[in-house]
DNA sequence: CGCGGGGGAGACACATGTCAGGACCGCCAG
DNA sequence: CTGGCGGTCCTGACATGTGTCTCCCCCGCG
């Protein structure tokens, strides 16, 4: 067992006076929270009249409203979700399992996702699966037991038992996966073929046309945007110059598939990678084998990270409107919650091309090999 | 209102008898759970022998704990954790209240902290101020109704009354602050002072001496950061050099910041930044300036965020272990929700210097100024 | 036959929301 | 003036799903 670098663990000062005044505790730790009868029985009336209250009925005069208000406020008292859940019957918890947390792609869609379920008065939990399916399950049913009113799945396909099971309780939504053939699940994706054309456009724009693609990982957006890519090049009458080479979605896979790609004769003169991160790794090869970017070799993204807007990157990518989509997916959940019975929607948003420093016109003479 | 870029919101093709098949709905939406009474009549026993099966009591006939198992397999029966959390008084809930979830460092450190909570049986539930007090005292009221077992505040000082007050309710672990009287709250952090002498070090050992830091924002490991510096360049016979620009823990900032610097008069051969956001700032502010970073300019970070190993930028800069953080943080909080009335620790690790390709030898020349 | 113990059942508690009904008041008609 | 009626305000009982505690039954053994 590698122990944690620490180094110190000390008992702070404390001031064992001050904190009995402070916390006016009786030494056993937190005070017992009080309970909706304490509100009550402070108040003089039934804890039906509190629940009244707080619920914001119209039926109940103004003096014991105050009296409710009053005693409530004096007791810091909190109405306990847990038991409101049990009798309502619903959590007013959304589960979202993610893929990957490190991924900022996932942050920033997650901040969309949180600000529009926070307006719906539903309150997000996360789950992080770390790419492994035993990890998905086992958050799933974590979720299944706190009865979450509703579940998202981010770039994470619903196809073990659990998962579909799942989905056939409670209402999902799927971000970044297609081809779901599932009730009672929407999806949010962007069109990734589009974003691939888009890529393709600007670097034939740019007189390119050895034009090479690294795919990504197992996942129908990677296939959706290499399939893109095939259509741009072949629309562009470039199908000779199709080359594809496999990375697995992060920056080694990225690295080593370019030093494949630019080890051939004629090497291409543009890379578009699935990925920012693979992306990063083309940049590195490129760097490695002393070529610079954008003169000898132009690179395209895919995501629009926060990486790619960092000054001495500077990536040419395809942007998604990540925050946009988390709210896409925050209203079709919603809605989805509200009426579990709703037909399954696909809602698909529009990548759109940043042009940044690491695309730039083909080399002289390049293009006439 | 902007709308969101959404083009394409159509009904996916269902059918509706396999729907009916697969599912077995009644097509009002998902199918009611199964509790607790469904498995007992199904198994023919009484509900309380259910619970004692699912709890492992070993006072149960083989042929009954079969017959429960086999029952509730059937039924796809999984326990209501509310309802199980109302009558034990606890959820397994850690909430985990995060300033800024973009911050690479925090999506770390949760990774370290979910996954030891996880062997602790608790589950982590993820709010995000974005720095606004505002929504802080917001997730902690929802925190609060929920009735979390504990509490982490992820660069977020207890001050306001909502959450002093919290920590009074709920033990509570506080992440990368200082300074903090309040019991029943542990706190974890890096050894701010000794990462920034190590910074200063590593740049004495290389000839530096016109060493300058960039301040982070209003912060107690910004604090110490800076005081680290001071004391360290002092130790080095160095005071006539300090020199303390304030950045805001921002690219921009930092960018700001070094802009200020070099443009002084003999200006710095290396700068300290506050963290590895801010150090950014100063890559790209030492790239408008055509200064060329190690050659002209040594830069440090703080943090040893992924970025900083971006091949492209290579950022020599202080590793705090985060994932280690995360697990004492998890230890320190499973440990206050054992037993609560615990003194209040502080646990301290230990930073390390991560040399890469941003700090080289001091310019020929510049210290003879 | 009595007693002990294993195995199982029923009642209660947890904190809240809801709903049916009850107390009280005022107004109107007899 | 009084009884009835309608409306307002409030209360008590019940329900939510589970864990636990007490009690009971029955079987086996002494």
Redesign the interface.
């Known amino acids: 067992m590698s122990g944690?670098?620490?180094?110190?663990?000390?008992?702070?000062a404390?001031d064992e006076q001050e904190?009995a005044t402070?916390?006016a505790?009786d030494?056993?730790?937190?005070?017992p929270?009080p309970t909706i009868r304490n509100v009550a029985e402070r108040a003089g009336v039934s804890k039906s009249l509190v629940s009244l209250v707080l619920r914001g009925s119209p039926h109940v005069s103004e003096h014991r409203r105050q009296a409710v208000l009053t005693a409530a406020r004096e007791l810091?008292y909190?109405?306990?979700?847990?038991?409101r859940?049990?009798v309502e019957g619903r959590?007013h918890l959304v589960g979202a399992l993610v893929a990957d947390?490190?991924n900022?792609f996932y942050?920033?869609f997650?901040?969309g996702l949180?600000e529009s379920l926070h307006g719906d008065g539903l309150?997000?939990?996360?789950?992080?699966s770390?790419w492994d399916p035993a990890f998905e399950d086992e958050a799933v049913?974590?979720f299944?037991?706190?009865?979450v009113d509703g579940l998202v799945l981010l770039g994470i396909a619903p196809t073990s038992e659990t998962l579909i099971?799942a989905t056939?309780?409670?209402?999902t939504v799927v971000v970044g996966e297609r081809d779901i053939e599932l009730?009672?699940v929407d999806?949010v994706v962007d069109?990734d073929q589009l974003g691939a054309r888009l890529a393709v456009d600007h670097l034939v724009e740019h007189g390119h046309r050895r034009i090479a693609h690294i795919e990504g990982a197992r996942s129908s957006a990677a296939r959706f945007r290499c399939e893109g890519y095939l259509v741009a090049m072949r629309r562009h009458a470039l199908a000779p110059y199709i080359m594809v080479e496999h990375g697995d979605f992060s920056?080694e896979g990225g690295r080593r598939a370019a030093h494949a790609l630019l080890s051939r004769d004629p090497r291409p003169t543009a890379i578009f990678a699935a990925n920012d991160v693979v992306a990063?790794g083309v940049?590195?090869a490129a760097?490695e084998m002393g070529l610079s970017v954008p003169e000898d070799l132009s690179v395209v993204g895919y995501d629009n990270t926060?990486?790619s807007s960092?000054?001495?990157?500077s990536l040419t990518t395809v942007d998604q409107?990540r925050r946009?989509m988390g709210?896409?997916a925050a209203a079709l959940l919603s809605d989805r919650i509200g009426?579990?019975?709703k037909?399954?929607?696909?809602?698909?948003?529009?990548p759109?091309l940043v042009v940044r420093r690491s695309t730039g016109p083909v080399p002289q003479g390049a293009d006439n090999v």
């Open positions: 944690p670098p620490v180094n110190t663990t000390a008992p702070r404390r904190r402070t916390v505790s030494g056993f730790g937190p005070r929270r810091g909190r109405p306990n979700a847990v038991a859940s049990l959590t947390l490190h900022p942050a920033e997650l901040d949180q309150r997000l939990l996360i789950g992080n770390q049913e974590a299944l037991e706190l009865r099971e056939s309780y409670t209402p009730d009672s999806i069109d920056e990063l940049l590195t760097t926060h990486l960092v000054h001495h990157i409107p946009a709210r896409s009426d579990p019975a037909v399954a929607r696909l809602r698909q948003v529009t759109q």
